[in-house]
Nanobody, 124 residues
Framework: QVQLVESGGGLVQAGGSLRLSCAAS????????MAWFRQAPGKEREFVVS????????YYADSVKGRFTISRDNAKNTVYLQMDSLKPEDTAVYYC?????????????????WGQGTQVTVSS
């Protein structure tokens, strides 16, 4: 129903910046919110940030607050993740996700659609 494609991942030095994009297509009208999750090797997938399509309310994980910024372009059905002051611990595969329901935004099980992920590597 909803297809998500991430882009923008890559290799960056600590302290640098990177901008990720997530383009949504299909029945995008059914999606009420988008989010970014990340998963490092050997670790569980963790919530990064979410944004509502209508109104644009955001919620950030403490680990990225003040460094990462989420935004969306409703006309283009695209969500962005601006990552500044990157740290080696930010290294992970970053996934874009969409949900069709309102509620707690931090749980992976509450999201209905997922992208394939894009690798972000931060060198020391």
């Amino acid at each position: 129903q909803v297809q998500l494609v991430e882009s923008g991942g890559g290799l960056v030095q600590a302290g640098g910046s990177l901008r990720l994009s997530c383009a949504a297509s299909g029945r995008t009208f059914s999606s009420v919110a988008m989010a970014w999750f990340r998963q490092a090797p050997g670790k569980e997938r963790e919530f990064v940030v979410s944004i509502l399509w209508s109104g644009g309310s955001t919620y950030y994980a403490d680990s990225v607050k003040g460094r990462f910024t989420i935004s969306r372009d409703n006309a283009k059905n695209t969500v962005y993740l601006q990552m500044d002051s990157l740290k080696p611990e930010d290294t992970a595969v970053y996934y874009c996700a969409a949900r069709t329901t309102y509620g707690v935004v931090t749980r992976t099980d509450d999201y209905d659609y997922w992208g394939q992920g894009t690798q972000v590597t931060v060198s020391s």
